[in-house]
């Protein structure tokens, strides 16, 4: 069973999420949260898998409590994907950098809700081509200079291929087809160097991609 915690200043919003999340029977709704600091006390009791979190949440904003949530190691099951209003919402690319697992808008199509709470679980992101292209281009352009090569230095030459091509964005099934593996061996081979990095997920993958200068904006096509 799935555990969430729904993190939202709207009541209207975390009644729809409950009611689309609890119909599902491998999903369940352990708790609910109005603002950041509530949201906050919802995890540390009830250690959920994944927390649906809203960015724009007064008092305490939902990228100031995924930064506390991500950097407790306490709580490193937990997954957090960040609820916004707009797909090209300004706070998205803060939100990877806090150590979200992905974001989604609120309208987004139950079907996608629900795919991206198990994707979260299973250590995927919710790193779609559109958005995710732009959301790449965003950090980059944004990022401190790369951290360089010694970054990557346990890694061997195939664990950072894989790391590349994931910073440019391609699903298992594409690096599948680039590696000339079966996706499962894809699969492993990011899960691999996530641990290798110590990644949570693969949104931070992109984010050390970047860091390390082993991927660079102009490869984004």
Known sequence: MIRVVLADDQALVRAGFRAL?????????AGEAADGEEALERVAALRPDVVLMDIRMPPLDGLAAT???TGDAALEGVRVVMLT???LDE???EAI???ASGFLVKDTEPEELLRAVRAVVEGDALLSPGVTRRLIAEFAARSKEPAGAEALADLTEREREVMALVGIGPSNEENARRLVVSPLTAKTNVSRTMVELGARDR???????????LVRPGWLG
């Open 85 to 87: 209003t707009f797909e």
């Open 97 to 99: 950098r806090s150590g």
């Open 203 to 213: 949104a931070r993958l992109v984010v050390l991609a970047y860091e390390s200068g």
């Open 21 to 29: 999340l609890d119909a599902q029977p491998d999903i369940e709704v």
């Open 67 to 69: 930064r506390r949530i």
């Open 91 to 93: 706070y998205v690319f």
